[in-house]
């Protein structure tokens, strides 16, 4: 059983990263979900991570440059 | 006489081998170079360290065991290059002023935005330069966890044995590294707004 918290919206904030990377316990998890169900503030900051996170991943995924896999293929070794 | 014939499909086999080998890891140059982009300080240094990379891996293929995950160990030799190319050795990082909360940089751009309710519009705020040059600003040991995590979408377990680190540090360091990206994050749109 989890214990109640003071300030259920900070622990909550704690329980972000590690809700979003799916390692909280079951029950940790069930807390996490009954305080987003009612707690919109909470839930806009989670939705808002998640689609950080996806924009992030996006705007990092940089092309190879042209050319890059030709001079990777030159590095093969020759078949005898 | 059979002797020489069991030779000959040996090497034939090997040489398929190889070449099935050097065909899986030039399939997934695209990925290892958009992690590599991340983790060298610039564009010519992660194509230096990607050629780098493959070079070697064609010479050790045979150190690769098939069924595992090739991706991973591509990235475990790009690493090991990138600090033998004078990357400072990986240790603890250097504890800086505690990150604000993990919410702050929400609550910073809809708060500079008057309010906006969309989740997916107040991250528009941000642009990609915005991002790729936060991401430069992370301290390489954290630096190194979030681009194998969060954008290579590699697993703890494999980001661990990549950067040769217990997977609790993997954690910590991802934990405090994406606070610290969110700061830089944060920095760089007071910076836009000025």
């Excluded at chain 2, 399939?27 to 990607?50: I, K």
Aim: charge should be negative.
């Amino acid at each position: 059983m989890t214990e109640p918290h003071d300030d259920p919206c900070a622990h909550c904030e704690e329980m972000m990263q590690p809700y979003l990377d799916h390692m909280l316990s079951d029950d940790e998890m069930r807390e996490a979900e009954m305080h987003l169900d009612e707690c919109e503030w909470c839930r806009r900051r989670y939705r808002f991570e998640e689609s950080l996170r996806r924009y992030v991943r996006q705007a990092a995924n940089q092309p190879m440059p042209a050319g890059l896999k030709v001079k990777l293929a030159a590095l093969r070794i020759p078949l005898e | 006489m059979a002797e020489a014939s069991s030779d000959a499909a040996r090497i034939a086999a090997e040489a398929r081998d190889r070449v099935r080998f050097e065909e899986e890891a030039l399939a997934l140059a695209d990925q290892v170079y958009s992690v590599a982009r991340h983790l060298a300080g610039s564009r010519e240094e992660a194509e230096d360290l990607v050629q780098e990379t493959y070079a070697r891996a064609f010479r050790s293929w045979r150190s690769f065991q098939p069924g595992t995950n090739l991706r991973a160990w591509l990235l475990r030799i790009l690493t090991n290059l990138n600090i033998d190319r004078g990357r400072r050795q990986q240790r603890a990082p250097q504890m800086q002023a505690l990150e604000a909360n993990d919410y702050f940089l929400y609550d910073k751009l809809a708060q500079d935005d008057g309010g906006l309710t969309d989740e997916d519009r107040v991250v528009e705020r941000l642009s990609q330069d915005d991002i790729v040059s936060a991401l430069s600003a992370v301290p390489h040991d954290f630096r190194d966890v979030i681009v194998l995590v969060d954008i290579g979408d590699f697993s703890y377990q494999d980001a661990a044995q990549i950067l040769d680190i217990p997977i609790g540090t993997v954690m910590s360091r991802l934990h405090r590294g994406r606070r610290v990206l969110k700061r830089e994050l944060a920095e760089s749109v007071a910076e836009d707004v000025r």
